[in-house]
């Protein structure tokens, strides 16, 4: 069964300031997708950013970037010049591209405090 | 684009009583799923469908709740009766489910349950 771990419940950062979130996870497939998921105190869940399993390259969207590191199934996220607004929980999470599954798993979330 | 649409945003009601919760997914995506967000529990995926289809209900915790999905556009999730260790975020979610396994998973608003 796949697991994902998010080891830090809470973190701190100075605004302006870069952020590094960490994400671990278990899997015996080949094929699948990571996510992070942003869920700031107006309780949505936003889609941050996706990695697909099969591209070596690492995903960004602006400030937003993750190390993708497949062997050590290891996927964490940075945050770059933090602004208030990136305050909120952070959940990693994995989706199964081998088979009929549509199933995401969920990390517990890292509850991330951008302070001015 | 509009996205998932949940209504209400917000119930509040007293025990025993039903609350019926209501999801729209984004137009052309076939998978829909009711997740459960507390404290305690975090994250939990209640149900899933697959083109109208129950595909996993395996977290839906009891017979008191139900959900159903009469067309590509809409579903409910209904609890009756309702008891106040039912008070969560009840969140929507949508994605397209093709051959090759799961994929985005675009979530609603949310709809944030009390029962007194």
């Known amino acids: 069964a796949q697991t994902v771990t998010q080891s830090q419940p809470e973190m701190s950062v100075q605004e302006a300031e870069t952020v590094t979130l960490s994400c671990t996870y278990d899997t015996s497939e080949n094929n699948y997708y990571l996510f992070w998921y942003k869920q700031p105190p107006s309780r949505q869940m936003i889609l941050v950013i996706r990695?697909?399993?099969?591209?070596?390259q690492n995903a960004t969207e602006n400030r937003f970037s993750v190390n993708f590191q497949k062997a050590a199934k290891s996927f964490s996220l940075k945050i770059s010049d933090s602004q208030l607004g990136d305050t909120a929980m952070y959940f990693c999470?994995?989706?199964?591209?081998?088979?009929?599954?549509?199933?995401?798993?969920f990390g517990t979330g890292t509850l991330l405090a951008v302070q001015p | 684009d509009a996205g998932v649409i949940q209504s209400p945003r917000h119930e509040v009601t007293e025990m025993g009583q039903e609350v019926t919760l209501r999801c729209k997914p984004i137009s052309g995506h076939n998978s829909l799923f009711w997740y459960r967000q507390t404290m305690m529990r975090g994250l939990e995926l209640l149900i899933y469908?697959?083109?109208?289809?129950?595909?996993?209900d395996s977290g839906m915790p009891e017979d008191r709740f139900s959900a159903k999905m009469p067309n590509a556009s809409f579903s409910t999730l209904k609890i009756q009766p309702s008891e106040p260790r039912d008070s969560a975020v009840y969140f929507c979610?949508?994605?397209?489910?093709?051959?090759?396994?799961?994929?985005?998973?675009?979530f609603g608003p949310g709809t944030r349950l009390t029962v007194l």
């Open positions: 979610a949508s994605s397209s489910l093709s051959g090759t396994g799961g994929d985005t998973q675009y």
């Open positions: 990695q697909e399993a099969y591209k070596q």
């Open positions: 469908f697959n083109n109208n289809v129950p595909i996993d």
């Open positions: 999470a994995f989706i199964s591209r081998s088979g009929a599954t549509n199933k995401l798993i």
